[in-house]
């Protein structure tokens, strides 16, 4: 709801619950109801699979709500896309902290508890207004160009002769040598 209420576009990525007969539940009670009618036109919504990094990569895409697990973090941070902080449990709670006062390429939707252990929600108000912060609030530039910028250099970083190329070829010539 908080999604609706924030005006944007979007793709959502709905994962699919396996049920205990091993077949795929093709409900979605928690879903809003009539959200997917409401937001025709408005944005779309994929369950199951898709491909994170070519959407990502996508010149539309103005801002990925994400768990901060590392890999989409990852994903995130090469893509050059603004994120707005969802974690859940674990390292996420660092990985948001690497986005957000680190980077500056984030915004939080203000989960500041394990939901694994401690059921809270977080409000449509607050989801809604992460959003509107990264893609049209007073900052939204600033945290879009710092997000280009770190997509270069992680760019940088990969091409040959940059950093973690050089530490890749490192650590691979170290490990050679443990056979020689």
């Known amino acids: 709801m908080g999604l609706e209420a924030s005006n944007q576009g979007f793709i959502w990525v709905v994962r699919r619950n396996n049920n205990v007969n091993g077949g795929e539940e093709e409900k979605n009670e928690w879903l809003p109801h009539e959200f997917g009618k409401r937001m025709e ?11 994170q990094v070519l959407i990502l990569d996508h010149e539309a895409i103005g801002a990925f709500v994400i768990h901060c697990g590392w890999n989409s973090t990852l994903e995130g941070v090469s893509c050059g896309v603004p994120m707005v902080t969802w974690p859940v449990f674990a390292e996420q709670f660092f990985n948001e902290k690497l986005v ?6 984030g915004v939080s939707v ?12 977080v409000k449509r108000e607050d989801i809604k207004e992460a959003i509107r ?35 890749m070829q490192s650590l691979i010539h170290e490990l050679i040598s443990y056979n020689a």
């Open 41 to 51: 036109g408005k944005g779309l919504i994929i369950r199951g699979w898709a491909p």
């Open 100 to 105: 957000i006062e680190i980077l500056k390429i």
């Open 110 to 121: 203000g989960a500041k508890e394990c939901n694994r252990v401690v059921e809270r929600i």
């Open 133 to 167: 912060k990264v893609m049209v609030g007073e900052g939204a530039l600033e945290i879009r160009n710092r997000a280009k910028k770190i997509k270069e250099l992680a760019t940088m970083a990969f091409e040959v002769d940059g950093s973690s190329y050089c530490n």
